[in-house]
């Protein structure tokens, strides 16, 4: 108990300082490309931060531990949304861009829906795996374009001063270094973390939708909460919008396209359609709690959180828990 306790502590420690570095890394490269915060946010600290949910996916499937590796991407994704969004926004309320509601979460929402749809016969096949896959390719190319129509040209006076101040090639390392380490702490926490919870006989099912969720969640956490406290809004919400896109079009798209994920006993008898609808609920709210102001408050995120709490509760007082 002691050793997992402290590999929780090292964990913690790598994730916050990784954030710290790959937030700074990012922020000041999109800058330096011409590109948008928001962009970045939804591509590469995105991709980055969701590297856990793709290796714990991938290595869950390939062991035969189906509901760990689909209830890894669910449960992170109401994480996400529900947790870490809703903590971002109690040290900042959370000021949005028209493209989060008009776009991005339009297309995180939809993907949410297409998931659903694919597992109706309680599985995900190679071909699910494919098409899955193929629409990040797709949607990667549509926020690049996307952004590219819209940019802001950048200050040439601002532009000069930053390149004086640092290099692309920094920046870079900045990232690197800061997704190993995102990635690595999160290992580290989710391997303490589960250790611990095997200890009290919880299901497969439920580890995978908390415990390994929450772990795999972590550089997301850090990530947004650093940026929050940095004031980096776009690259905030941005992160956990991509991420949620990634981890179902790359982490559940490449798992099922390597190794086809069956969901044991079925989708219905099993619960996981019950988490599924509530990934779309928790998807859905950010939607309407921001679509008239362009904000989401203090109040929005204790309201996200309460849910985090309530779904929470509800899996570890279900009796198919």
């Known amino acids: 108990m002691g050793l997992s306790i402290l590999m929780l502590i090292l964990g913690f420690v790598s994730l ?8 700074k890394g990012a922020s000041r490269l999109a800058r330096l490309m011409g590109l948008s915060p928001l962009l970045i946010g939804l591509t590469v600290v995105a991709f980055g931060t969701s590297a856990p949910e793709l290796f714990v996916s991938l290595i869950s499937a390939i062991k035969g531990n189906n509901m760990i590796a689909v209830g890894n991407v669910v449960g992170s994704n109401i994480c996400n949304i529900a947790l870490i969004l809703g903590i971002a926004s109690l040290f900042q309320p959370i000021k949005c861009k028209k493209e989060i509601i008009r776009r991005d979460l339009p297309i995180m929402i939809g993907i949410s829906v297409y998931l659903i749809i694919v597992s109706l016969d309680s599985k995900i096949s190679r071909f699910d ?27 040439l006076l601002e532009n000069v001063k930053l390149k004086k101040e640092t290099k692309k090639s920094i920046q870079l390392l900045l990232i690197v270094v800061g997704i190993c380490l995102v990635v690595a702490g999160a290992k580290i926490v989710v391997n303490g973390a589960e250790a611990i919870m095997r200890m009290f006989g919880i299901s497969e099912r439920v580890i995978g939708l908390t415990i390994v969720a929450f772990g795999t969640s972590l550089p997301e956490l ?70 008239k102001r362009l904000v989401l408050s203090r109040k929005d ?14 899996l570890y007082l279900s009796p198919i828990h």
């Open 222 to 291: 850090a990530t947004s909460a650093v940026a929050s406290y940095r004031k980096q809004m776009d690259i905030s919400i941005g992160n956990l919008i991509g991420s949620n896109a990634f981890n179902i079009m790359c982490v559940l798209g490449l798992t099922g396209f390597i190794k086809p994920i069956l969901i044991p006993g079925g989708l219905f008898k099993t619960g996981l359609f019950v988490d599924y609808m509530i990934m779309i609920f928790i998807s859905v709210l950010p939607w309407f709690m921001i679509k």
């Open 129 to 155: 795996g494919i098409t899955l896959f193929l629409s990040l390719i797709a949607y990667t190319i549509f926020n690049y374009y996307g952004d590219k129509k819209k940019r802001e040209h950048v200050i």
């Open 16 to 23: 916050y300082i990784g954030a710290e570095w790959l937030v």
């Open 301 to 314: 995120g204790l309201i996200l959180l309460s849910f985090y709490v309530a779904y929470v509760l509800y």
